[in-house]
């Protein structure tokens, strides 16, 4: 497996906290994403970083903003947790070209806000 | 948006039986991936095609991309409890690098 690393890989809140979620990859990979994962949706892009302090929204953006400061490091916030962001995140990242596009996927961070 | 329809959403075979999954697009896809997810797990990078009519192996698994490019297949022949799981089909959309996800086929094996 790619060096992709979760944390929290659970985590339980309350509804109306903020929430940090933190991928961190050990590859130097240009690309990185956020997807959230329910039943009966697949996986849905939130966020995603083409490079340092550039990123852009995804699908279901809304609720969510993202960081990254540094190659290595993408964060997730949740500014104000609702409990329909109850679901699993998975970071994955993807180097360049069309041809090498496949992702590599984190294992994932569990969050149930309550 | 581009769209990436998948069926069957569920399946449930006997081990030893066959299994396909299919997914299809409306518009022409420039490559297509494949990914497994088992039960609990993340998602890992089987196969991707490229070429129209393209057809790949790995061992059980045959993958498929249509002539014009708008669907592709998975096939297991004589399927295993270790290919429980879900599979996704996804298709480069946008930039960076951006896949499109099918919504999954679940495949359960029993004995």
């Known amino acids: 497996d790619a060096g992709i690393t979760q944390s929290p890989r659970h985590k339980v809140t309350e509804t109306g906290t903020p929430v940090t979620l933190r991928c961190h990859q050990t590859e130097n990979h240009r690309y990185m994403y956020w997807y959230r994962q329910d039943p009966g949706h697949g996986l849905r892009l939130i966020h995603y970083s083409y490079g340092v302090k550039d990123t852009d929204k995804g699908e279901v953006s809304d609720g969510y903003s993202v960081s990254r400061s540094k190659t290595e490091d993408f964060l997730l916030t949740l500014e104000s947790a609702t409990s329909s962001q109850t679901s699993v995140y998975f970071c994955?990242?993807?180097?360049?070209?069309?041809?090498?596009?496949?992702?590599?996927f984190g294992p994932g961070t569990r969050l149930t806000v309550l | 948006g581009q769209q990436v329809m998948q069926i069957p959403q569920y399946q449930h075979v006997q081990e030893g039986e066959d299994f396909t999954t299919y997914c299809n697009s409306s518009?022409?896809?420039?490559?297509i991936q494949w990914y497994k997810q088992r039960p609990g797990g993340h998602p890992v990078f089987l196969i991707q095609l490229v070429k129209s009519g393209e057809v790949k192996k790995q061992k059980r698994l045959t993958f498929q991309f249509g002539e014009a490019k708008k669907n592709s297949s998975l096939h297991i022949t004589a399927t295993q409890t270790t290919d429980v799981g879900t599979y996704f089909c996804?298709?480069?959309?946008?930039?960076?690098?951006?896949?499109?996800f099918g919504t999954g086929t679940r495949l359960q094996v029993t004995l």
């Open positions: 518009t022409t896809l420039s490559n």
């Open positions: 996804a298709s480069p959309t946008g930039t960076a690098s951006k896949l499109t």
């Open positions: 994955a990242i993807s180097g360049q070209g069309i041809l090498n596009n496949e992702q590599f």
